[in-house]
């Protein structure tokens, strides 16, 4: 019965909807099932019918907002590997912009992150998440060590593409402890500056 499933699918989607509209709206800690029914038009019961428990719930409201927040972005083929990777890093800053949404996709973000330390599932979905990342970056950094070998000697894209996370993760990081304001086109100059010195 693939009309079913198809309207299960959407019926789930809209449940998760209303877990980040609530969690928007009222905190994370005080996302209830009860609350996510009401806000999604629902009972609690069909709430409960997709999502066996809170929990499960909040798992998949993590595994909407991890999608969004990693995608498997792609660039052309045509550009540098400097160029490429540039463009793929402008790609992972774009939900520093202070739009309302991409802000409080951030803020969410780091409230599961603080839950990660006490929470195997979820720090396992972080986990791999940041590992989809390195997995997107990874083709371009071994692109751009092999087309400047002297340069990039004894660097091993693993190594790059770790220090190239750590650079966007800490720009996440300072924009949310700067209510949200950093400048993306300097950080961009300056990561432009780190990868092409003679431009």
């Known amino acids: 019965m693939p009309g079913k499933k ?6 789930r989607e809209q449940i998760v909807q209303a877990a980040f509209s609530v969690a928007t709206r009222e905190g994370l800690e005080q996302l ?6 009401t806000e999604a038009g629902l009972s609690t019961g069909l709430v409960f019918f997709h999502f066996k428990s809170k929990d499960a719930l909040l798992l998949a409201l993590l595994d909407w907002l ?7 972005w792609e660039v052309s083929e045509d ?8 463009a793929l890093i402008r790609l992972d ?20 992150w603080a839950m990660a330390v006490r929470d195997s599932a ?3 979905r ?9 997995h997107v970056f990874l083709p371009a950094v071994q692109a751009l060590i092999e087309s400047e070998p002297v340069r990039f000697h004894q660097v091993t894209p693993e190594g ?5 996370l750590g650079i966007t993760q800490g720009c996440a990081m300072q924009s949310l402890l700067n209510n949200h304001r950093v400048d993306v086109e300097q950080i961009l100059t300056v990561i432009r500056a780190l990868l092409i010195p003679f431009c």
């Open 6 to 11: 198809e309207s299960e699918a959407l019926r």
């Open 32 to 37: 209830t099932v009860r609350l996510v029914a």
């Open 66 to 72: 991890l999608d969004s927040l990693f995608e498997r």
């Open 79 to 86: 550009m540098s590997p400097a160029e490429r990777l540039l």
């Open 93 to 112: 800053l774009q939900d520093l912009s202070p739009d309302e949404q991409a802000v409080v996709r951030l803020d969410l973000f780091f409230t599961y």
């Open 122 to 124: 979820i720090n396992e």
């Open 126 to 134: 972080i986990r791999h998440a940041i590992e989809r990342s390195r």
């Open 160 to 164: 790059f593409v770790t220090v190239l």
